[in-house]
């Protein structure tokens, strides 16, 4: 039998929308919204009409038969704290975005409303996978070291996932098999350590970690009361500096790896040491996470849009390599990876996850 599933993917200023025919992509799209129409919205979830107005149109361009649908799947937001797996949208989740009781604001957030949306109207299940808010953190891993402040798990769990067991798949093993230490690097960057699966520790991909290419990652925390308290900056320009100004953005003015890549080509060395001073940290990051599994580590996977950068790639490599075997798998696979888990449901592999 074979499922056609719709997967939407909502962006700050665009939403991909693609059709699978089981894995494989038959039909993709990147549609554009005017930030002079987004400006109209009060809110994030205000947009989500508009959205799937604009979800429909494609598909009617596309004139593919939405009755020819399964499921709808839509990117899952900044939930409460849940496990790994497939959600159901339901009212309850629903009700949660529309009344803002997220860990945050973020677009993903009104990802199972547009997938709610279309699915509604064709008569089949609609779902979310392995939002960032996956919680399956050990209970050690919850301790920042002030009672006030817990860590909180917030990573890029769809493709972290969806590339371990891709790169396992070619080694004949599941995620259930090993333990491995995967590196998401993108705008944010995420590196958590899979306990057979389990993501049983990772840096908060917004306030951890190493710094990434627009944000900071961890700081010194003395100096940064000192900064928040200098009377210089208001609270949402400390938010601004922290998680978009930050990181590669405040030492070279911009996050664009593929404009570093190029200047470093031509002999940058200023781009060349910032980057290199990226992959140190990246390499801790890892060293780190390796410790948590105790070192029983089956291979360290570098993925997202930064593992096409060679000269980043060699510097956390090198540094990382005596702790197990690496294995490089780039760019972000997030449609991918939520056709792909929807299907898993479809056909009885996996059990849907009820949202509560």
């Known amino acids: 039998m074979d499922y056609y599933i719709l997967v939407i993917n909502p962006g700050s200023t665009s939403t991909k929308v693609a059709i699978y025919e089981n894995e494989s992509e038959i039909i993709s799209g990147n ?43 839509g990117r899952g937001g900044l939930f409460k704290p849940l496990e790994s797996g497939v959600y159901r949208v339901n009212e309850a989740m629903l009700a949660d975005i529309r009344e803002g009781r997220m860990q945050g604001q973020h677009i993903s957030n009104i990802g199972a409303m547009l997938a709610y949306d279309i699915a509604e109207e064709v008569g089949v299940p609609a779902f979310i996978a392995d939002p960032v808010s996956v919680d399956e953190f050990c209970e050690l ?12 798990a917030l990573q890029h769990t769809l493709n972290i996932k969806a590339v371990a067991r891709k790169v396992l798949a070619k080694h004949s093993k599941s995620l259930q098999d090993v333990n491995l230490v995967v590196a998401h690097i993108g705008g944010g ?17 917004i306030q951890e970690g190493p710094f990434s290419p627009e944000r900071t990652g961890g700081l010194p925390t003395g100096l940064l009361v000192d900064l928040c308290y ?27 790896m593929k404009e570093l890549r190029k200047r470093i080509n031509e002999g940058d060395k200023e781009a060349a040491f910032y980057i290199e001073a990226m992959a140190y940290q990246i390499a801790k990051e890892i060293g780190a996470m390796a410790t948590v599994l105790k070192g029983n580590i089956y291979r360290i996977i570098i993925t997202g849009g930064g593992a096409h950068f060679p000269f980043l790639l060699k510097n956390i490599i090198s540094r990382v390599n005596f702790i197990a075997p690496v294995e490089v798998f780039p760019g972000e696979h997030e449609m991918y990876a939520l056709a792909t888990s929807t299907l898993r449901v479809l056909k009885g592999e996996e059990g849907e996850r009820q949202y509560e």
């Open 141 to 152: 891993a919850r301790l920042s070291g002030l009672a006030q402040i817990p860590r909180i």
């Open 230 to 256: 200098s009377g210089k900056y208001t609270h949402k320009q400390m938010k601004k500096m922290l998680v978009g100004k930050g990181g590669l953005v405040s030492y070279l003015g911009t996050n664009s």
């Open 31 to 73: 549609i554009e919204h005017p930030a002079e129409e987004l400006e109209r919205f009060d809110s994030i979830v205000d947009q989500h009409e508009y959205r799937t107005a604009a979800i429909k149109g494609f598909l009617e361009e596309k004139k593919f038969d939405t009755k020819s649908f399964s499921a709808v799947v």
């Open 189 to 205: 960057i995420s590196i958590c350590p899979l306990e057979r699966g389990r993501i049983i520790d990772a840096n908060n991909a």
